[in-house]
């Protein structure tokens, strides 16, 4: 993977267990001066150790935007770990520095929505409680609905109870009562009309969510969502393609089991990356002309049917060759 574009040095102040395998990393500037700004739904790149060399992976901010004195994320221990999550939480300790991105914004609140519905699923809560920091802040109406497993892998319960927004928040547990248990559809029929839905959380959760608000005639303008990784693509049949290079000509054969990445970087192309699943955005390249078979979860259903971009880390092609605006 790439280096992040822009190098922050960050030292961790403080590391913390907010909830059952989760736990949050408070970040200030290795000089001790103040960080770049930033707004609700924004994510940082974070180079962490790997063997053999370096990994980055994606963090959402969860503090208040405005906040120039730390940066704050949680990470999740997942059970099917690439090595990220475990890292954070056993090798990461308080007072190393780390390197990260500086901040960049795929999940921005819409300026003039009159109303927020945010949903978060397990983890996800965490680019929805910079969100809630903010609308809270500007006295924008909105309603938080956060569900888990039950309480004990919850995060930020005290954070919520004691904050301004604390009657705008709804937790509902798998492991309790039935009838507090978050049904979509109901939440979202019960919307206040031209509410803007912000989801976030596992796939399948904001597959459900986004299903829902599109049968519910919920235009994708008020459809707003983040995946924090993308879910396993069968690749069985993928064969070769080429890309061409439009500024010199050059073509590149991308084989079964290579990713475009992968072949535009073996041939010296400087391609910055970052999550390599389509989700982050890093590596997205213009397309002059093809047709691109998008697997990313970065690109909107009408940026994807446009066909003059793609995400070389996952997306591959339809037809024989694609020519790149590079």
Same mark, same amino acid.
């Given at each position: 993977?790439?280096?992040?574009?822009?190098?922050?040095?960050?030292?961790?102040?403080?590391?913390? *267990?907010? %909830?059952? !395998?989760?736990?949050?990393?408070? /970040?200030? $500037?290795?000089?001790? #001066?103040?960080? +770049?700004?930033?707004?609700?739904?924004?994510?940082?790149?974070?180079?962490?150790?790997?063997?053999?060399?370096?990994?980055?992976?994606?963090?959402?901010?969860?503090?208040?935007?405005?906040?120039?004195?730390?940066?704050?994320?949680?990470?999740?221990?997942?059970?099917?770990?690439?090595?990220?999550?475990?890292?954070?939480?056993?090798?990461?300790?308080?007072?190393?520095?780390?390197?990260?991105?500086?901040?960049?914004?795929?999940? *921005?609140? %819409?300026? !003039?929505?009159?109303?927020?519905? /945010?949903? $978060?699923?397990?983890? #996800?809560?965490? +680019?929805?409680?910079?969100?809630?920091?903010?609308?809270?802040?500007?006295?924008?109406?909105?309603?938080?609905?956060?569900?888990?497993?039950?309480?004990?892998?919850?995060?930020?319960?005290?954070?919520?109870?004691?904050?301004?927004?604390?009657?705008?928040?709804?937790?509902?547990?798998?492991?309790?009562?039935?009838?507090?248990?978050?049904?979509?559809?109901?939440?979202?029929?019960?919307?206040?009309?031209?509410?803007?839905?912000?989801?976030?959380?596992?796939?399948?959760?904001?597959?459900?969510?986004? $299903?829902?608000?599109?049968?519910?005639?919920?235009?994708?303008?008020?459809?707003?969502?983040?995946?924090?990784?993308?879910?396993?693509?069968?690749?069985?049949?993928?064969?070769?393609?080429?890309?061409?290079?439009?500024?010199?000509?050059?073509?590149?054969?991308?084989?079964?089991?290579?990713?475009?990445?992968?072949?535009?970087?073996?041939?010296?192309?400087?391609?910055?990356?970052?999550?390599?699943?389509?989700?982050?955005?890093?590596?997205?390249?213009?397309?002059?002309?093809?047709?691109?078979?998008?697997?990313?979860?970065?690109?909107?259903?009408?940026?994807?049917?446009?066909?003059?971009?793609?995400?070389?880390?996952?997306?591959?092609?339809?037809?024989?060759?694609?020519?790149?605006?590079?």
């Amino acid at each position: 993977m790439s280096a992040p574009a822009t190098d922050l040095a960050v030292r961790v102040a403080r590391k913390q *267990a907010e %909830a059952q !395998d989760i736990c949050s990393l408070e /970040l200030v $500037a290795a000089d001790g #001066g103040a960080l +770049p700004p930033f707004e609700a739904g924004a994510h940082v790149d974070v180079v962490l150790p790997a063997p053999g060399g370096e990994m980055i992976r994606q963090y959402s901010l969860c503090n208040a935007p405005g906040e120039t004195h730390r940066y704050l994320i949680a990470v999740l221990r997942e059970p099917d770990s690439r090595g990220g999550s475990d890292t954070v939480h056993d090798a990461v300790a308080e007072g190393d520095l780390l390197r990260i991105s500086v901040p960049r914004n795929h999940f *921005a609140l %819409a300026p !003039d929505a009159p109303h927020h519905l /945010l949903l $978060a699923g397990g983890i #996800g809560i965490t +680019p929805l409680m910079a969100m809630a920091e903010q609308l809270s802040r500007q006295g924008a109406p909105f309603t938080l609905h956060h569900a888990t497993r039950s309480r004990t892998r919850t995060p930020f319960l005290a954070r919520i109870a004691a904050s301004a927004f604390a009657r705008q928040v709804i937790h509902h547990h798998s492991d309790g009562d039935a009838t507090q248990r978050l049904d979509i559809a109901a939440t979202l029929t019960q919307a206040p009309a031209g509410s803007h839905l912000y989801v976030c959380g596992p796939q399948r959760f904001i597959d459900a969510a986004l $299903a829902t608000g599109r049968d519910q005639g919920w235009p994708e303008a008020r459809l707003h969502c983040e995946y924090f990784a993308a879910a396993a693509i069968d690749t069985s049949g993928d064969g070769a393609f080429e890309l061409e290079v439009a500024s010199t000509g050059q073509v590149i054969t991308v084989l079964p089991k290579q990713t475009a990445l992968h072949a535009l970087q073996a041939a010296g192309l400087d391609i910055a990356s970052s999550c390599e699943e389509g989700v982050c955005g890093t590596c997205l390249t213009g397309v002059k002309s093809g047709v691109p078979d998008h697997r990313d979860h970065y690109l909107t259903t009408e940026e994807q049917q446009a066909n003059d971009q793609f995400l070389p880390c996952c997306s591959r092609a339809r037809s024989g060759r694609l020519v790149l605006a590079l």
